[in-house]
């Protein structure tokens, strides 16, 4: 679903397309932009996380029998990065999510800036954070506690992406996902009232 609303939001097919994920976590965006004929770059610092993408990329290879694109996995921070690992100025779209918010805001615009140095000219940038009205998110918190994440009004979230140097930046809320329940357009419906679970940030470069 949330493949879905960001290719709808961005107009664009990932098919041949080069895509960097910086602080991947699982991945598992990335995985599927690959499955649809991507050329992927995923980044994280913890060896952990790296291992874990690998695995569900066998596992979406095994299901998944158009899964013809490449993923490169690189363990590193975002500030290591070298331009041997990770080309600058190459990238068609560049993305993460969960990553900012755990950041103060001065260091959050500065990853901003990183994917804006690997994105290509007239690439995409798409940051997603945490939609605190989120109820699955609310229900989790409920029961194992919040962490020290910083709240992203939609202005906020607009003000960090603007250290990008680029006023083209569009901010939406991703459609409510019902974990583990067959989508139905009720998750669209719910997004637009605020509940989805990410407030995502596209910043069109010039």
Same mark, same amino acid.
């Given at each position: ?8 939001? $961005? ?7 080069? %895509? ?5 976590? =699982?991945?598992?965006? =990335? ?8 050329? *992927? ?26 899964? @013809?694109? =490449?993923?490169? @996995? ?15 100025? @190459? ?32 690439? $995409? ?14 229900? %989790? ?18 003000? *960090? ?12 809320? =991703? ?27 596209? $910043?069109?470069?010039?």
């Amino acid at each position: 679903i949330l493949l879905e609303d960001i290719i709808n939001e $961005i107009g664009l097919e990932v098919e041949n397309k080069k %895509i960097l994920e910086i602080g991947a976590g =699982s991945g598992l965006l =990335s995985l599927l932009m690959a499955a649809k004929g991507a050329e *992927v770059y995923v980044v994280d610092i913890l060896p952990e996380a790296i291992k874990y993408m690998q695995i569900l990329e066998k596992k979406l290879r095994d299901v998944l029998p158009a899964f @013809y694109g =490449s993923v490169n @996995y690189i363990i590193n921070g975002f500030n290591e990065m070298t331009k041997e690992e990770v080309p600058y100025n @190459y990238f068609d779209i560049v993305h993460n999510a969960g990553v900012i918010e755990e950041y103060d805001l001065n260091t959050a615009g500065n990853i901003i800036l990183q994917m804006k140095n690997c994105a290509r000219r007239g690439g $995409i940038i798409i940051v997603g954070v945490p939609n605190f009205f989120n109820p699955y998110l609310i229900k %989790i918190w409920l029961k194992h506690g919040k962490g020290n994440e910083i709240f992203y009004t939609k202005s906020r979230l607009k003000k *960090v992406l603007l250290k990008s140097g680029n006023a083209d930046i569009k901010i939406f809320i =991703s459609s409510y996902i019902f974990p583990f329940k067959k989508y139905t357009k009720l998750e669209h419906i719910l997004g637009r009232w605020g509940l989805g679970f990410l407030k995502i940030g596209i $910043i069109k470069l010039s």
